[in-house]
């Protein structure tokens, strides 16, 4: 069997794992969107480094755009397989991907207006709005925990790796007449320990080769119980002491929930101050919707807290924003208030108005709470930069900006080895670091290696191994 590594090689994006086994099926692990990346995002995400037509099966880790975004694509361009994945991401997918391809509709009508003042022919979007609908029809759910011997030589058990409503680790066995030969674990995103709304990682089975994310592989979080004290704190700062409008741009899948939640806690305990919160994504709603249905997912304490709250994600204070026209209204709010909108990277969505509108204003307070790509807009107002270019316009940074990577859905490096250690180490041939900048990666494998893993390796772009 052989494994090669097409996406999310020293980077956070792009996932894309082929696996072709000894009979010659090939199993494509996600089908990652590369994104935040430019105008070289385009050109990346058309070149798979495969034929779609060849992938017999879609073995999909969980819902989000940069592990799932092609598969629009990659059905539009012959493939003809199945995509397996649990209940609840195939139900993220139903709104996730018309949304992905909503917006390569809206970027390439954009894009063609200024090829035609050059005399220039127009592009195709990499899929419609149509397409992302139709390619529903190709997913098949497994609920965590089945068995499913989706092919002669391989079965699939999918187990809860804690990062987002749904996420899996992708566990395989192969089989070589009737025999157990290997046992594969992709972990795809694993998330963190302790958290406000789903279960724990997963221990997950024994395996021979492991395939891990390092998204924070050389960082550590501050810890969750800490995160609603100092979230109410930069809400009083904000809002209470300077009078002005906390943004918090939030990934629509998992972050904003979890910031939802989070308020919600804090207004059932009188702490919250008497102000409004608006969430201002359509695609977050839906979301927060398809939350309300997958209580499987949730923690105990979540489960318990159901008891008491019947809607956790709804308060008096709490409005949801649809229409555009109610979102360009807050615009015009002059009272504090907090505004949670998508995208979390700043690089699209209705929040990226938001803070066109108010980062030149000193009273406002921008809150990243969730990881953002270096090139993104996002990581250049962390950053400091004095000034940054939204929509074509350079504005100046007078806004706060602040982060609170408590609530990352992603483990931190000791949260990872955590998850890992349900393993007997020694059993393990060879560990593949992926999903990770390079120092990440680098950092993390030195990591391992000290806690006794061995054959531990960073894949190299389009690298073929034999398992």
Known sequence: ???????????????????????????????????????????????????????????????????????????NNGFEGTVFCTPATRDLCSILLPDAGKIQEADTHTFNKKRSAQNLPPVEPIYTQKDAFLSLNSFVSIPYGKEFKFCDEVSLLFTDAGHV?????????????????????????????????????????QADYLITESTYGNRTHAPIENAEIELLRIVKETCVVNRGKLIIPSFAIGRAQEMIYALDRLHNMHLLPEINVFVDSPL???????????????????????????????????????????SKHLNTLVKPCIIISASGMMEAGRVKHHIANNIENKRTTILAVGYCSPNTLGAKILRGDK???????????????????SYSGHADYLELTKFLECQDFSKIKQTFIVHGEDESRAFFKSHLESKGLQNVCMPEFREVVEL
Request: charged share 25%.
């Open 1 to 75: 069997m052989k494994i090669s590594f097409l996406g999310a090689i020293g980077e956070v994006t792009g996932s894309k794992f082929l696996l072709t086994t000894k009979k010659g099926q090939k199993i494509l692990l996600d089908c990652g969107m590369y994104q935040g990346k430019g105008l070289e995002t385009d050109a990346m995400n058309r070149d798979l480094g495969f034929e779609p037509s060849e992938i017999d099966f879609l073995l999909l880790s969980h819902a989000h755009i940069d592990h799932s975004g092609l598969i629009p694509y990659l059905i």
């Open 387 to 405: 000034s940054v270019s939204i929509f074509g316009r350079k504005y100046k940074v007078r806004a706060q900006a602040k982060t609170l990577f």
């Open 165 to 205: 409503l749904g996420g899996a680790a992708v566990n395989l066995t192969v089989r070589e007449e009737g025999e157990v030969i290997k046992r594969i674990c992709y972990t795809g995103d694993v998330g963190r320990y302790n958290k406000r709304i789903l279960k724990d990682p997963q221990a997950f089975p």
């Open 284 to 326: 977050a709603i839906s979301a927060t919707d398809i939350f309300r249905l997958h209580t499987e997912c949730f923690n105990d304490e979540m489960l318990e807290s159901l008891r008491n709250d019947p809607d956790p994600f709804g308060f008096d204070k709490l409005h949801y924003i649809r229409t555009i026209d109610a």
